[in-house]
Structure formats: C-alpha cells, structure tokens
C-alpha cells in the first residue's frame, strides 16, 4: 500500500495498518490485502469487480473492514460488494472510501453494496468518504446500498461525508420483512461549488416492520445538496424520515420526502427543516471570546457530531 492510501485508510477506519479479523482493502481498482475469519469469508467475484462476504451464523459481535481507496487521478473505481448474512449473526461492517486526486484531473470511486440479512441477524453498517488533493481537481463518489432485511432482521447504517467530495450521488434502498427495523444517519457537508445528491428508498413489507432515517446536512459557500426519501408502508409498520440542513453563505438545499401508506395500520412521519444557524447562538458563543467563524464552526461541528 502506498503512502497516500495510508493516509485514507486512517481517515476512513481509524486505522492505518496492523488489521486483524477479515478484512479486504482495495487500493485503485485492485486488491491490496485481503484477510478471512472462522465466521466470516471473503472471496473475489469471478464475473466481475468485487468480492462475497459470507458471515456465519455463529459470529458474535465480530468485524470485517472493507475500506476502498483511489489515490491519483484517471482512476474510475467500480466495484460490487455483496454481504450474505446468515441468520442469528452479529457483526460490524466499516467500509467507506477516500479518493485522493490532483492536478486537475477526477478520481471516481462507485460502490455497489448489498446485503442479504437473515433473520434475526444484526448488522451495524459504517462508512466514511472523503476527497483529498488539490483545489483543481474533481473526486467523485457515487455509493449504492441496498439492504434486504428477512424476517425480524436488525440493521443500523452511519454513513458520513464531511470533506472533499466534488460531487456525490448516493442511492439506498430497503426491503423488510415481518418485524425488521431498519436505523440510518446520514451526515454530510459540502463547501465550495460540491453537490451531492442523496435518495432513501425503503419498503415496509412485513408486518410490524419498522424505519428511522434521519440525514443531517450542511451546506457551505456555493454548493448544493439534494435529499429524496420515499417510505412506502405496505402492511402494519411504523416509519419515520426525517432531514435538517443547515445553510451558510450562499448555499442551497432540496428536500423532497414522500410517504406512501398502503395498509389503513402504517404509521409514517415525515419531517423537513433547513434554515440558517440562529444569530443568537452565533452572539452566544462570541460572548466566551471566539471569533464569529470560530463560533459557526462550533456550531456546525455540534450539528454533524455523532
């Protein structure tokens, strides 16, 4: 692994070497180190870019990383991931990506994830992008995540962007089974001219199935955000979708959430804010001697915080 892949390793994991358990780090397009465990297996895709992980019923509390990195420019990363979680399972999965580009060219990084959840598994989903290189350049980053959650499946997603990303599109989608709750938060900042696009789309199928999404956002200087969140309840179920942006300078926010209710027991909630942050906490934060940028940092920083 080269030095800038280091670099974005530890940005997106915490991690900069040393892994231990399964793991599997794809540095521009190839394989740069891959690891199995008792309970989970990784193996390469042979039809196309990409690799299987099977985690079995008996992992507990277990992990397996699967960071990406790009780290020049000319590099246009895709690849398909598909987890097969068997029922009764307990495991963490980090992902996330770093793409690094400079000298006015563009790095991109697509991946395409799914998970197979079986029933009464439990998945907690993280990832992290973020762009790294100079002004004049462009990362892009266009994740795909879908999730089919069996029959009292659990499944929790973190997904933040908070960096150095020109533009990203990001898509997921869910499908429940009876009992199954579904948990996302969503954190993203853009600044300068970066866009990014985000849309949620999640099937309440079984009975008594259950969502809660919430993204949180930023948007900085000239860039512009979009969020789309569609929650069809199609039997007994509860759903919540929920987005709050943040505008500072000159920057624009789309919110568009939809629900659909196909069953006289489902129970959907939508909510919409997006302003800018209140004068007052700004005079607040002066009074204890930061500066006016220090204080909307501040506030910003307490906003996107876990």
């Known amino acids: 692994m080269n030095d800038i892949t280091q670099s974005l390793l530890k940005a997106v994991t915490g991690q900069s070497g040393g892994f231990t358990g399964a793991y599997n780090i794809r540095e521009d397009s190839g394989c740069a180190g891959r ?28 992990q397996v990383l699967i ?26 999965v980090i992902a996330g990506c770093g793409v690094h580009a400079e000298d006015g060219g563009e790095a991109r990084h697509n991946g395409i994830h799914r998970f197979f959840v079986g029933k009464n598994a439990r998945v907690h989903y993280k990832e992290k992008h973020i762009g790294t290189g100079t002004a004049a350049a462009i990362r892009r980053i266009d994740p795909v995540t879908d999730i ?20 990203t599109d990001r898509k997921t989608s869910a499908i429940l089974g009876a009992g199954a709750k579904l948990i996302i938060r969503e954190r993203i900042m853009t600044e300068g001219n970066q866009q990014a696009r985000t849309e949620f789309t999640v099937e309440l199928n079984g009975k008594d199935a259950a969502a809660d ?6 948007a900085k200087d000239e860039s512009y955000q979009s969020f789309y ?10 759903g ?9 300078g000159n920057g624009k926010v789309l919110a568009e959430p939809a629900l659909y209710a196909g069953n006289l027991d489902a129970e959907l909630i939508h909510e919409a804010a997006i302003g800018k942050i209140a004068g007052e906490q700004i005079v607040k934060l002066r009074t204890f001697g930061l500066t006016e940028e220090e204080a909307e940092q501040k506030i910003i920083h307490g906003f996107l915080k876990d």
């Open 35 to 62: 690891q199995s465990s008792d309970h989970v297996k990784i193996e390469p895709k042979t039809d196309k870019p990409g690799i299987d992980i099977k985690v079995s019923s008996a992992a507990r509390q277990e």
């Open 67 to 92: 960071p990406a990195c790009v780290t020049h420019t000319g590099v246009d990363d895709l690849v398909y991931n598909d987890f097969y979680i068997e029922e009764g399972a307990d495991i963490t």
């Open 148 to 167: 089919f959650l069996e029959d009292g499946a659990f499944f929790e997603m973190d997904s933040v962007q908070i960096g150095g990303v020109d533009t």
């Open 213 to 218: 999404v919430v993204s949180r956002s930023v």
């Open 229 to 238: 969140s569609r929650m069809n309840g199609n039997n007994r179920c509860s």
């Open 240 to 248: 919540h979708s929920e987005c709050d942006a943040i505008l500072a």
